[in-house]
């Protein structure tokens, strides 16, 4: 599903925000990560796994600048469309799902809002030269950023929102993923043998959308099992590679 097949609800500057009308009583906010093609504006991330054939339903939020939410104005303006959605809906649950820099912007946003989950696939903990010196990739876009008022993933809030992170086990990945915050309420597992692309790998092997809806229902045995399925291993029990045995580094876009 193209963005140009979801009615568009909300423009300004960089900032698009669709609108798909679902028939249940839930929300899921879809943020989308950077794309492959930089004057384009990001596509729709899982939009048939988010709306779950129309029972869903669903915002999807673009920034053409690829800012990490760090636009001027940009997460008050999100949250505004969020909260006249969810009194337009009544919504019972809202639940925000993203890929990379979509994954950083939902757990950003959840310091502001009280997303019943936040489900994250990739998310970088910083696109700030200082803080993962290690990370190369995005230059043309993080260059463009002046400021930060959101320069890391942290002060999350486990008591009132459950977080589920996702990262491959690429040098560049576990560079973000080993300095996200740890606590109870935050899952968070490294998905072996996966690089940035851990979304599309598990979508391939069609494990996708059963891990995704079954996180969004509120099934926790069978997402279990999806993930032992996978070989995922909780972050707290991950042992990083050695040098000599990282994972090569998969070539960058930007």
């Known amino acids: 599903m193209s963005e140009a097949e979801i009615p568009l609800l909300y423009e300004n500057g960089p900032l698009r925000i669709r609108y798909l009308e679902g028939d249940g009583s839930d929300l899921i906010?879809?943020?989308?990560?950077?794309?492959?093609?930089?004057?384009?504006?990001?596509?729709?991330?899982?939009?048939?796994?988010?709306?779950?054939?129309?029972?869903?339903?669903?915002?999807?939020?673009?920034?053409?600048?690829?800012?990490?939410?760090?636009?001027?104005?940009?997460?008050n303006q999100i949250l505004c469309c969020i909260r006249a959605t969810v009194d337009h809906i009544n919504a019972e649950r809202v639940i925000a799902i993203g890929n990379s820099m979509g994954g950083t912007m939902a757990l950003h946003l959840s310091r502001l809002f009280d997303f019943e989950r936040v489900i994250a696939f990739t998310p970088q903990y910083s696109v700030m030269e200082n803080e993962v010196p290690e990370e190369d990739r995005w230059f043309f876009f993080r260059k463009q950023i002046r400021s930060y008022p959101f320069p890391r993933v942290e002060d999350l809030r486990p008591e009132t929102t459950k977080?589920?992170?996702?990262?491959?086990?690429?040098?560049?990945?576990?560079?973000?993923?080993?300095?996200?915050?740890?606590?109870?309420?935050?899952?968070?597992?490294?998905?072996?043998?996966?690089?940035?692309?851990?979304?599309?790998?598990?979508?391939?092997?069609?494990?996708?959308?059963?891990?995704?809806?079954n996180l969004i229902n509120g099934k926790p045995r069978q997402f279990r099992k999806n993930l032992t399925d996978l070989g995922g291993i909780p972050i707290l029990q991950f042992n990083p590679p050695t040098a000599s045995g990282q994972t090569p580094a998969s070539a960058a876009i930007f």
């Open 29 to 75: 906010v879809s943020f989308s990560g950077v794309g492959t093609k930089r004057n384009v504006e990001p596509p729709p991330e899982f939009p048939g796994i988010a709306s779950a054939d129309r029972q869903n339903h669903v915002l999807f939020v673009s920034d053409k600048s690829r800012s990490w939410l760090n636009g001027d104005g940009m997460a």
């Open 163 to 213: 977080y589920y992170i996702f990262h491959g086990d690429e040098h560049r990945e576990l560079a973000h993923a080993m300095r996200f915050p740890k606590a109870q309420g935050i899952s968070h597992y490294i998905v072996p043998k996966t690089d940035h692309r851990v979304a599309a790998h598990l979508r391939d092997r069609g494990a996708l959308r059963p891990l995704v809806q």
